[in-house]
Structure formats: structure tokens, C-alpha cells
């Protein structure tokens, strides 16, 4: 509107300035439209994720496309108003030459179009090249499936062996507080890295995660003030735990990464690896095995063996001829033996406003002793007496079973568990898988799943590839609408891969790794790089249909040099937006934005820079006769129309 209203204000014979608003807002409508329409297919993908990567990104996919649908409602009705109402008598409009910064840029892609026209091919080539390089480097940069938080504090999971007693839990800690003052900040010590920390041992039956008294966590809150790596201090800490604290299992991660992991998998590490056979004493040799299979890998921490352990057990074998010779039932000298060892509520005891069950049960002495438990006396059925229990039931001497018995899909499951410190989870976790599959022999009916994070990061990758695709389809189906010609179509999609080109070359110059977010800063790329296109072709087909212009390099070079004000300013806002994002870094908070937001800048950059240099070029070397025709039927269409409103009137 602003490049139509000063064009007026030059010509001779000047039109109404609301003519000039709404033929200028008419020019771009197609293209806005179908610039909506591609960038909303573009963002499809999002809406199938699901899972905690779905939570994180589809109310920001939902964002996006309301807003890009309002800057459409406001761009086809309120921007022509405000155009109307503010521009045609502003200085600027009237300014007949262009500024100076704009002058400089169009003389400089003035060049860039002229050579594009004369190297279409070559450069069309080297894209391709640049694609293929691309996607090396995109191979070597590996693979997580979040970008590693940092909220400023480190949970520490402890685990002692099976059946540790409450007393043997905090002996333990005694040893893991004392190496944890070391770190504490002090006085004496004012760049400890440890600001504060707590302890809580096991928890509650009642509670979602309800853990044994030998199961303890840690959270530490870090000094930021303090100079240190997060990853080494990690490296550190873990080192010294296992110093000085032997025989018991210590994990230490971010904690919004330990819930994310537990909440994929049941896993409470990145990295589960999970035995599944009938034999509970097979299972636990088949994990050690896998442990010191693993234990050298670079970047994995110390494995944990979940602690199933066999611990001593009470057994009662009932004699199935005495019970019949008694006339007893098994029901009910179990429920006699229950009642006698867990107890059974008899009445209530009120204390102020609570309650509390009275329960009768066998002193804890008489529990676990053998021979007092066979001197109880059962009553016989119609009080024909009472016998002693030991006289319908042995009780084995060296009787034992597991403390713990882990199922998963009906199947006895073994889990070893690690975190991966240093290095990313998809390299991590496939030297894993090689290492376990070339050492550790499965008998038959054994066998070994995967699971963790990666597993999400594998799923999700996968998912957004497919639909992704699916996505460029229908962003194909589109620009076929709009421009029936596949050439011109495929020109527009090219847009794609330089932007691509882009966004990996930011990731790598970050040392970034591949992640969901990262993949959904490529998805919104795509779309953003494809509208631009979509603009620079409309306003090529507008001058060959509505100004006469033939398809030539003059008029190619002119419709670029005219649309380049428009296609740097949108990437100029966009780009200022993200720009404090990433040179913010990695910080506590923006860990999922910063991977998002360097894809997109670095391929705003590559694509923008390309819709001059490679595009011309495309259009004027491989349209031909498509445009030809393009050009000359819309005219067509326009003629008839003028003829046909000419004989109404």
C-alpha cells in the first residue's frame, strides 16, 4: 500500500487514495491467504505429539496459528483503514526517492538477482550440496529428546540394598551429608557450589510413589553465584559418593528431568534397560551382567541395579491330610495365621477429633519365631476342641524369597538404570544397545527392552519426520491452487531446504544436539520460508498480469528489487524477537526456547538471503512457459471481466 500510494502521487493522472488502498490490498490478498494457509499446515505436526513433548508444544502450535489468523483478519480488513485514514497524506508517501539504507541493499541485490538469472543451474545444484552437507552435520551433532534443564538445583537418588533397615538409611546419609558440607557455601568457603540441601527417606504407602526406607532422595539447591560446570560438578559429586559412601547406588540428575523420565517410562534415570524372564535369581545375574557391560562407556554414569534382593521369609506349609483328618479349611487357618501376624482392627480408639484403629496381633517377638507360632491353639468346628497349629501346618527353618518382585505386561522385569552425562542420549544409548547385545548371552525366553528418554526421543523424532512430510504435501496441494504449474510449485518449496541449511548451521554453531524442540523450530521454519516465496512469485504473476510487464530478466529483477523491503522487514521482525533468546544462551527457564529460536533465526538468515540470490534465478530459468501461460490466463480472466462490466454498464 505505502509503494502504490507514493507511485500515485507521481503519476500524472492520479487515482482516489481509496482506490489505491483497496487495489494495492488486493494485489497481496491471494498470497497472504495461502501464506496463512501454508504456515498453519506447517504447524499440523505439533498437534500430534503427545505425552509430555505434546504438553510443551501444542499449546505453542495452538498460540502461533491464533495469532497468525488474527494478523490475517487485522492485515484484510483494519491495515487498509488504518492505510487510508493515515498514509496518503504523510510526508513519506510523498518522498519520491528511496532511503538511503534501501538504496545500498537494492544495489546490492541487484547484483545477487543478476548472477542469480546467469547461474540458476550451478546454484540450484549447490544448494543442493549445501543440503547434503547439511544433514552430515546434522548426523554428528547427535541426539536428545529435551534440551538439558538447569532450574538451579540437583536431586541425588539413593538406593541401599534390599531390606535396609530405617537406621542403616541414615547411616548412610551421615556419610553422604558429612562429603555434602564440603560443598556447602560458608564463610570459609564462599564459591561452594552448594547452597543448601535435604533429605527425605522413603515414603508413605499412601503416597503416588509410595518407597521403601533404603529408597532416599536428595535436593540440592546450587549457589549461582558460584564459578562451576554443571556437568562436571555432577562428574564430581559422583565420584566422591562413590568414594566415600561404598555399597550404596547414587544417581544425581536435574529434577524436572527425573519426574519427565518416570513419567515416560517408570524409570527414574534416562536410560533403562529392562530384563524380562521367569527365573527372579537368573533375572538379577542377567542384570549384573549388563551392568559391567555398560559401566565403561564414556558418558554414562554409574548403572543401578533395582534392589531385588532374596530376604529371610516365614513360611507356613499346611498338611493337606491333617487338615481333611480335623475337618479344617485352608481359608480358615489362613485367615487365623493373618490375624495372628498382621492383625485385625477389633474396635477404634478416639483421640480428640482422630481416629485410630485398635488392632490385636502376636507381640513382635512371637512373629517371627517358628516354634511360638506352632504352639497356637486353633479352634476345631463344632467346638469339638482346639489342636495346636503346628499339628496341620510345617514351618521350613531356611526359608527365603525375594523383597521385591517387578512386572511389567505380566512379565517378571529387571531393571538397570543410568543417566548420560557429558555427551547426547541417541550416541549414548546405541553404544549401549552394542555393548549389551555383543557381551551379555539371553537364555531363551530372556530378553532385553530399551527405555527411558531416549525411547520418547526416538518416537517423537520419528513422528515429526512423517507427518512432516505429510505436511509438505499438503503445503504442495496448496501452491498447486494457488499456481497450477508443478515447476513454479516446486520453485516456492525450495524455500525449504535453505532454510534447513540455516537452522543446522545455527545448531552447530551453538554445539546444540537435535531435539524435539529444535525439530519444531524446523517445522515453523518451513512454513515462514515458503510465505516469503509465496510473496516474491504473486508479485512476479502481478506485474506480467496488471502491468503489462513481459516475462523477462527486467521484469524478474524488478519484482524482486520491489518485494525486497517487504521480505526483509518480516524477517527483521522476526529475527529482533529472537535475537535475545539466543544470545541469551542456554539459560534456567529458556531451555526450550533457545533450541527453538536458533533454528528459526539461523534459517530466517539462509532463506532470506537466498530469495534473492537463488530464487530469481529459479523462476527465470525453469518457469518458461508455465508463467507464460499463468500470466497470460489470469490476464484473460481479468479482460473479460472489464468487458463484461463494461456492457452491464
Not at 498514509?87 to 538511503?100: F, I, M, S
Not at 509410595?210 to 560438578?233: C, H, K, S, W
Not at 513360611?315 to 492383625?343: I, M, N, Q
Not at 526456547?593 to 530464487?615: D, K, N, R, W
Request: proline share 5%; with cysteine.
Amino acid at each position: 500500500i505505502f509503494r502504490r500510494l507514493g507511485e500515485n502521487n507521481l503519476s500524472p493522472d492520479p487515482k482516489p487514495a481509496i482506490v489505491v488502498v483497496y487495489e494495492a490490498s488486493r494485489e497481496i490478498r491471494s498470497a497472504i491467504i495461502f501464506g496463512t494457509a501454508v504456515v498453519v499446515l506447517a504447524f499440523m505436526p505439533l498437534f500430534a505429539l503427545s505425552g509430555v513433548e505434546g504438553r510443551l508444544f501444542v499449546p505453542l502450535g495452538i498460540a502461533y496459528i491464533v495469532s497468525i489468523l488474527a494478523s490475517l483478519l487485522v492485515s484484510l480488513s483494519v491495515t487498509p483503514v488504518l492505510s487510508y485514514y493515515l498514509l496518503p497524506q504523510a510526508k513519506a508517501t510523498h518522498d519520491h526517492t528511496d532511503g538511503r539504507l534501501l538504496q545500498l541493499l537494492k544495489w546490492g541485490a541487484g547484483f545477487l538477482i543478476r548472477f542469480s538469472m546467469r547461474r540458476a543451474g550451478i546454484l540450484l545444484v549447490l544448494t543442493w550440496v549445501l543440503v547434503g552437507v547439511s544433514v552430515w552435520e546434522l548426523s554428528k551433532l547427535g541426539a536428545d529428546f529435551l534440551p538439558k534443564f538447569d532450574e538451579g538445583s540437583v536431586q541425588i537418588n539413593v538406593t541401599l540394598p534390599g531390606g535396609s533397615s530405617l537406621k542403616a538409611s541414615n547411616e548412610a546419609s551421615s556419610l553422604i551429608d558429612a562429603q555434602l558440607v564440603k560443598m556447602q557455601k560458608s564463610q570459609e568457603n564462599p564459591q561452594g557450589p552448594v547452597l543448601h540441601f535435604f533429605r527425605r527417606t522413603g515414603r508413605a504407602e499412601r503416597d503416588e510413589h509410595a518407597q521403601p526406607v533404603n529408597v532416599g532422595e536428595y535436593i540440592l539447591t546450587m549457589n549461582q553465584d558460584a564459578n562451576y560446570d554443571r556437568d562436571e560438578f555432577l562428574e564430581t559429586l559422583l565420584t566422591d559418593m562413590k568414594t566415600n559412601v561404598p555399597g550404596v547406588g547414587i544417581e544425581a540428575e536435574q529434577p524436572l528431568s527425573h519426574l519427565i523420565s518416570h513419567m515416560l517410562s517408570g524409570v527414574k534415570a534416562q536410560v533403562g534397560i529392562k530384563i524380562y524372564g521367569d527365573d527372579l535369581d537368573k533375572l538379577r545375574e542377567l542384570a549384573g551382567d549388563v551392568r559391567d557391560a555398560i559401566t565403561d562407556i564414556p558418558g554414562v554414569t554409574p548403572p543401578i541395579i533395582d534392589p531385588q534382593e532374596r530376604v529371610d521369609e516365614l513360611h507356613v506349609v499346611l498338611k493337606p491330610e491333617e487338615l481333611a483328618y480335623f475337618g479344617l479349611s485352608r481359608e480358615y487357618v489362613a485367615d487365623f495365621v493373618e490375624t495372628a501376624l498382621k492383625g485385625e482392627a477389633v474396635s477404634q480408639v478416639l483421640e480428640g477429633q482422630r481416629r485410630f484403629d485398635l488392632i490385636v496381633k502376636l507381640d513382635e517377638p512371637y512373629r517371627s519365631d517358628p516354634y511360638n507360632l506352632g504352639a497356637l491353639r486353633l479352634e476345631l468346628p463344632d467346638g469339638r476342641g482346639q489342636i495346636r497349629l503346628r499339628e496341620v501346618a510345617d514351618f521350613p527353618g531356611s526359608a527365603s524369597g525375594p523383597n521385591l518382585v517387578n512386572r511389567e505386561n505380566v512379565r517378571r522385569r529387571q531393571t538397570i538404570r543410568c543417566n548420560v552425562s557429558g555427551r547426547d542420549l541417541a550416541s549414548t544409548v546405541e553404544e549401549i544397545e552394542k555393548q549389551v547385545r555383543e557381551q551379555v548371552e539371553l537364555p531363551t525366553g530372556y530378553f532385553v527392552e530399551f527405555g527411558g528418554q531416549f525411547e520418547a526421543q526416538r518416537s517423537a523424532t520419528f513422528l515429526i519426520t512423517i507427518l512432516a512430510a505429510v505436511s509438505v504435501a499438503g503445503i504442495f496441494i496448496v501452491l498447486m491452487m494457488l499456481y497450477p504449474s508443478a515447476r513454479i510449485t516446486f520453485q516456492i518449496l525450495n524455500a525449504i531446504p535453505t532454510a534447513f541449511i540455516g537452522g543446522v548451521f545455527a545448531l552447530v554453531l551453538t554445539d546444540q544436539t537435535l531435539t524435539v524442540a529444535s525439530m519444531v523450530g524446523f517445522v515453523s521454519l518451513g512454513g515462514i520460508a515458503v510465505r516469503n516465496g509465496i510473496l516474491l512469485v504473486t508479485h512476479y504473476f502481478h506485474l506480467m498480469e496488471e502491468e503489462g510487464e513481459a516475462f523477462s530478466p527486467q521484469m524478474v529483477l524488478r519484482g524482486s528489487l520491489e518485494r525486497l523491503a517487504p521480505v526483509l522487514m518480516t524477517a527483521l521482525t522476526a529475527g529482533i524477537a529472537l535475537i535475545p533468546l539466543v544470545v541469551g544462551g542456554n539459560k534456567p527457564g529458556l531451555e526450550i526456547l533457545y533450541p527453538v529460536a536458533t533454528v528459526i533465526l539461523g534459517g530466517l538468515v539462509t532463506s532470506t538471503f537466498c530469495e534473492f540470490f537463488i530464487h530469481p534465478g529459479l523462476f527465470w530459468k525453469f518457469s518458461g512457459k508455465d508463467a507464460e501461460r499463468l500470466g497470460r490466463s489470469e490476464s484473460s480472466d481479468e479482460e473479460l471481466l472489464r468487458a463484461a462490466t463494461q456492457q452491464h454498464t
